[in-house]
């Protein structure tokens, strides 16, 4: 069982995919848009090359002939994918699933109106005037994002009449892709926010992990904590969805997918068809599998029996606070480390940028996870990055 697998986005949640795999065997070619991403660094090749531009992805598909194919950015030419498929190549989880989530209203307009799943309320713009009457039809407050995009980028929400030209341009500043479109949804007055990682198997029944906690800020997770308490009823509610939309993408992989939880139980928000930012807090040791060691076991189709919480877990990250176009170093570690219930993951990106994630404290124990998540909030203030003398101010 040996696959050569094709790993389009070479960020830290790539990194760690890659070295799951890499454990049980496997080559894989890490491509992104710039040299030097944090994938490439485990990886056994690499390409850069323009991920939506067709021609280029087609040539490296021709040029290492992959088995597999795993997705981990949005700013790709996923219509491609179905071609791959009809070559024989395996796209993960799927190339449908892999097309509708790149895109939230593909996602959407599946999970509220196939599946039948409870969401907010929603429209589509594509131009300023378009997303007035959408404000008007979901009223305010209501939240505004890019059809394409990731960690929050271009996300933001519309208070008053007077944010929506704000809202509309700085969408499309965060907009991925040639996508110039925005979702724009009625505001939930929600209790809490989670993460349900969902594992679909191909000779294996679906699998939850305990649900994760995550806050935010700029549309970025900060913190995260696993497991986040619940009413019982309103995570098993969560799970019925997860599992209908899941198989309605069909495929093998683990699923990001996010909830509101409000009283009157779940809200489904998003998903993802990849490991999640907010599950980097299971490299705490909080489950016998991390995210990505399940991912790498679906992808593969090896067996996964269980997964199981072992202890409590949180993540805080790490940012940079300035442009510069060296990697920085990374100051105070001793301070984290003499921590024994603390780690740090720095992802190893190459330069930075105001905000840019560049590492992450965990902490882990039998504590509450709300004095675990305070311990990795100063973890992480205490982790500084230096920058040379080619920082750009």
Request: net charge negative.
């Amino acid at each position: 069982m040996k696959f050569k697998i094709l790993l389009l986005g070479s960020g830290e949640l790539g990194k760690e995919f890659v070295i799951a795999a890499k454990r049980y065997g496997q080559t894989v070619i890490a491509v992104d848009s710039y040299a030097g991403a944090p994938a490439m660094q485990v990886a056994d090749q690499i390409e850069v090359i323009d991920m939506l531009d067709g021609a280029a992805l087609d040539k490296v598909v021709a040029k290492h002939q992959p088995d597999i194919i795993v997705p981990e950015i949005e700013a790709i030419r996923t219509e491609q994918f179905y071609q791959y498929e009809a070559q024989g190549i395996r796209v993960v989880p799927s190339a449908k699933a892999a097309n509708y989530t790149m895109n939230r209203k593909a996602i959407r307009d599946l999970a509220a109106k196939e599946v039948g799943v409870r969401t907010a309320p929603y429209r589509y713009a594509t131009s300023l005037s378009e997303l007035q009457e959408g404000v008007a039809f979901c009223g305010y407050p209501c939240v505004v994002k890019p059809l394409m995009s990731s960690s929050g980028k271009g996300q933001s929400v519309i208070k008053t009449e007077a944010d929506i030209e704000k809202a509309w341009n700085y969408a499309m500043e965060g907009s991925r892709g040639d996508l110039k479109e925005v979702i724009v949804e009625g505001f939930i007055n929600f209790d809490y926010e989670i993460t349900l990682l969902t594992v679909t198997q191909q000779n294996g029944p679906t699998l939850f992990c305990a649900p994760i906690g995550h806050r935010q800020e700029r549309g970025d997770y900060q913190e995260s904590w696993q497991p986040m308490a619940m009413n019982p009823d309103h995570l098993a509610e969560a799970q019925d969805m997860a599992a209908r939309v899941t198989k309605e993408l069909g495929g093998a992989g683990i699923w990001g997918v996010e909830f509101f939880i409000t009283s009157e139980g779940a809200y489904f928000s998003e998903l993802s068809p990849r490991p999640h930012d907010t599950g980097m807090v299971t490299l705490a040791g909080t489950q016998n599998l991390n995210e990505f060691e399940l991912h790498a076991r679906a992808v593969l189709g090896l067996p996964i029996a269980e997964i199981r919480q072992l202890q409590h877990g949180s993540s805080a990250v790490v940012l940079a606070t300035q442009n510069s176009d060296g990697a920085p170093k990374y100051l105070g570690l001793e301070n984290v480390l003499n921590d024994p219930n603390a780690e740090v993951r720095i992802f190893g990106k190459p330069t930075t940028r105001p905000y840019r994630r560049m590492a992450v404290a965990l902490t882990f124990g039998t504590e509450s996870v709300e004095e675990l998540v305070e311990k990795a909030k100063n973890h992480a203030s205490n982790i500084q990055l230096a920058y040379d003398n080619e920082s750009i101010n």
